[in-house]
Each structure stands twice: as C-alpha cells, then as structure tokens.
C-alpha cells in the first residue's frame, strides 16, 4: 500500500515550449490514477495544470484544486474536480495544498512553481510538516536549479542534509516511486 494517498504537483499553468513537459505532465496525472493518488493542484484548466488535471480525471481519480479568487478567471478555473478550493490569496492557496498533500511532485514550471517549491521546502525546515517533495527532471529542465542549490549548499547556506531533502527524478513514475519511499521513512521515523 502506498504511502502517499495525496500528491500536489506544482508546476505551470502554461504548456512550456517543448512537448516533453505536456508529456510528462500527462504521464504524472496517468501514474497518479493507475496507483490511486489523489491530485492536489493550484485548481486552473490551463498549460500543465490542466494536463495533469484531465489525465486524473481520466484515469479515474480525484481531483482537488486550490485557486485564489483573483485567479479564478486568469487561470480559467477547473470545473470537473472533485472538489474545488477558492481562497483568498496566494498564502491561503499554498497553505491549503500542503494541508491536503502528503509530498509535492515539481513539474516544469515559471515563478509560481518557484514559489511554491521553496516555501513547501522552507516550511518543511522550519518544522511545520515532514512531507517530501521531488523534482521532476524532464530533459534537463531543473539542472540549472540543481547545481545552483549545490553552490547554495557548498557555501555554507544550505546544510548537506537540507540540500539531499529536495529529491529529483528523470520521470513522474520515478518521482511518485521516491516520494512514496520517503513518505513511508519520515511516517516510520514520526511511529519511533
């Protein structure tokens, strides 16, 4: 049985410039369905988000989406979730998902998806949850981030194992995989 039951996955809301991040995008809300993995998202139809929506909903799962009133418009807000959040902000936004989520799968994404990452990781820090998080590595796209975080980290910023926290994959598959292992660790380390 898995260890994760919900996933929120942070990506953009824009489709990028290269088929391989839909593709993926896809593949992440396919193997999320198949393994029964609830999809906690930011709530729009649009680029990414609403790739790994539909492919959810396809497969048979659910769906919880999390807008801020400003972006129910913007973002073209889903109308075929399971449940549909709207909130205030972009704080409440990012507060309700980590509330609904068990870890965070990273797609490709712009300064949204940034945001969203780092404040998941730095609360995570700060000790308001033990919940994973993976970035997902399609054709390279996280390398710069990666080796940024590892200078970040050689400088004394970032402790060796806050830095191995932030775990990456080179499919959703592997990413979901790792997630789930390390949910099941950081579940079993809470038990002792």
């Known amino acids: 049985m898995t260890a994760l039951t919900r996933l929120a996955v942070y990506c953009g ?104 990452l780092f404040e998941a990781w730095s609360w995570n820090a700060l000790g308001y949850h033990a919940k994973p998080f993976c970035l997902v590595d399609i054709g390279g796209f996280w390398q710069g981030l990666t080796t940024f975080l590892d200078h970040v980290s050689s400088a004394g910023f970032i402790s060796p194992n806050r830095r191995a926290q932030l775990l990456v994959a080179q499919s959703p598959a592997e990413a979901i995989e790792r997630l789930d292992e390390a949910a099941r660790n950081a579940s079993q380390a809470m038990v002792w």
């Open 13 to 116: 809301s824009a489709p990028g410039g290269d088929q391989l991040y839909a593709d993926a995008a896809r593949d992440t809300g396919e193997a999320m369905a198949i393994r029964g993995i609830d999809l906690v998202y930011g709530g729009g139809k649009l680029g990414l988000m609403g790739i790994v929506a539909d492919a959810v909903i396809a497969g048979g799962g659910r769906t919880y989406g999390v807008i801020p009133e400003a972006l129910v418009d913007l973002e073209v807000a889903h109308t075929g979730l399971t449940e549909l959040h709207t909130v205030a902000g972009m704080h409440e936004r990012k507060a309700k998902m980590t509330e609904l989520a068990d870890g965070f799968l990273v797609l490709p994404g712009g300064i949204g998806t940034l945001d969203e």
